[in-house]
């Protein structure tokens, strides 16, 4: 893909007006954003892009393939001006069920041990998927519904919004097997989100607490029937979009995440640069006119002059 360019030399602008990463993906020599995954559906629905484990034989058990998918799209799905929220599900009556443990009978190559395999492989992968999550500008609403178990539990703790199916259930699995009831950043989100003692109390005793006590808990923002669990979380992503520039967006969930180790100090310090960075953008300069009341009927006859739409 090529931008035209006039006899000046200079490149026109006019094919970014239609594809704005056009002509960043030329000047920058980024790849396409195409997501054509083995253990993972990518689904488009305008500004939404659906994101569902596609495993659900083995309950989404996270096997090496799917983690690989999954780390990729998130480190991919960055740069993409399209998409301005996630919403991450799993096919079939699981979310995640944990790891694969069919893949703990690989052998490790001949000249490394198991713990060096174990912990610089196959368990930073495990935890680069919580890792991509917080990192992803986007945000992430889990569409969740089934079992999360294990390192299930720690995504839906990774996530920024959860919307919970009647079936969900979660469980810090790990416990059952032998190993601690922390994995996956469970033990960084999970107090934040529910408090020190219902945490306590998950990833301790590791006995499955259901969606309707998770919503008492302040875990979930909904429950709603399996049926309707992704259509409620495309519902308050759509909402997002509409009613925020990506920018403006991006830069809120970056807010959120750093107030979760921030000083009151550094967070108003990151608030006012965010702000200021927003406030120059084509966008916010949109914004200030939607509000301009001499505006108004400009407004309700070219919507469309108005739009947000800049990354």
């Given at each position: 893909m090529h931008m035209p360019i006039s006899q000046s030399g200079h490149y026109l602008l006019i094919e970014r007006e239609d594809n704005p990463m056009s002509y960043c993906q030329d000047q920058y020599k980024l790849d396409p954003f195409e997501y054509d995954y083995e253990k993972l559906i990518v689904t488009k629905k305008g500004p939404v892009y659906i994101v569902s484990f596609n495993d659900a034989a083995n309950l989404n058990a996270m096997s090496y393939q799917q983690m690989a998918d999954f780390n990729d799209f998130l480190k991919r799905v960055r740069l993409d001006p399209e998409c301005r929220a996630i919403v991450l599900t799993g096919e079939g009556r699981a979310f995640c069920a944990g790891f694969n443990l069919n893949e703990l009978n690989y052998e490790p190559p001949a000249d490394m041990g198991r713990a060096q395999r174990d912990f610089y492989l196959m368990q930073s992968i495990c935890s680069d998927q919580a890792v991509n999550m917080r990192n992803c500008p986007q945000p992430i609403i889990g569409a969740l519904k089934?079992?999360?178990?294990?390192?299930?539990?720690?995504?839906?703790?990774?996530?920024?919004?959860?919307?919970?199916?009647?079936?969900?259930?979660?469980?810090?699995?790990?416990?059952?097997?032998?190993?601690?009831?922390?994995?996956?950043?469970?033990?960084?989100?999970?107090?934040?989100?529910?408090?020190?003692?219902?945490?306590?109390?998950?990833?301790?005793?590791?006995?499955?607490?259901?969606?309707?006590?998770?919503?008492?808990?302040?875990?979930?923002?909904?429950?709603?029937?399996?049926?309707?669990?992704?259509?409620?979380?495309?519902?308050?992503?759509?909402?997002?979009?509409?009613?925020?520039?990506?920018?403006?967006?991006?830069?809120?969930?970056?807010?959120?995440?750093?107030?979760?180790?921030n000083s009151f100090d550094s967070q108003i310090k990151m608030e006012n640069r965010n702000q200021v960075l927003a406030s120059q953008t084509e966008d916010a300069r949109k914004g200030v006119l939607k509000m301009n009341p001499k505006l108004r009927e400009d407004v309700k006859a070219h919507p469309e002059n108005y739009a947000f739409k800049n990354l």
């Open positions: 089934g079992f999360a178990v294990g390192g299930g539990l720690s995504l839906s703790c990774a996530c920024d919004m959860r919307v919970c199916g009647e079936s969900y259930s979660m469980q810090a699995g790990y416990l059952n097997i032998g190993l601690t009831g922390t994995d996956m950043s469970g033990s960084y989100y999970l107090p934040r989100i529910v408090g020190y003692g219902r945490a306590a109390e998950a990833l301790m005793t590791a006995r499955r607490i259901k969606a309707d006590e998770l919503k008492e808990w302040g875990f979930a923002n909904q429950v709603v029937p399996d049926e309707e669990c992704v259509d409620a979380a495309v519902a308050m992503a759509e909402m997002m979009c509409k009613n925020s520039a990506p920018l403006g967006l991006r830069l809120t969930k970056e807010s959120l995440q750093a107030s979760l180790d």
